[in-house]
Nanobody, 112 residues
Framework: VRLVESGGGLVQPGGSLRLSCAAS????????ETWVRQAPGKGLEWVSS???????RYAESVKGRFTTSRDTAKNTVYLQMDSLKSEDTAVYYC???????RGQGTQVTVSS
């Protein structure tokens, strides 16, 4: 199982980013994937998940602003982040829920 995140960067408040999580060693459709983040000096925070049935769930702090999806042809999971706030600054990781496998993370910095 291997997960590789990309798409992070520096963005101004109110901006958007789309994170990608390319998976190998398993088929994303057959497993639940989650996005978690870790802000400086804080613990891991669950952000969103997408189940095998395609149902998505979100933390209250990102609901209405973030959208999780997946592309089965590319075996990739996405996190579309809109209306970004400074408090969204963190390293973002995708995980495969059953094994706990996690990628190396991608840094998102929201700052003017």
């Amino acid at each position: 199982v291997r997960l590789v995140e990309s798409g992070g960067g520096l963005v101004q408040p109110g901006g958007s980013l789309r994170l990608s999580c390319a998976a190998s060693g398993f088929t994303v459709n057959n497993y639940k994937e989650t996005w978690v983040r870790q802000a400086p000096g804080k613990g891991l925070e669950w952000v969103s998940s997408i189940g095998t049935d395609g149902v998505t769930r979100y933390a209250e702090s990102v609901k209405g602003r973030f959208t999780t999806s997946r592309d089965t042809a590319k075996n990739t999971v996405y996190l579309q982040m809109d209306s970004l706030k400074s408090e969204d600054t963190a390293v973002y990781y995708c995980t495969e829920a059953s094994s706990g496998a996690r990628g190396q993370g991608t840094q998102v910095t929201v700052s003017s």
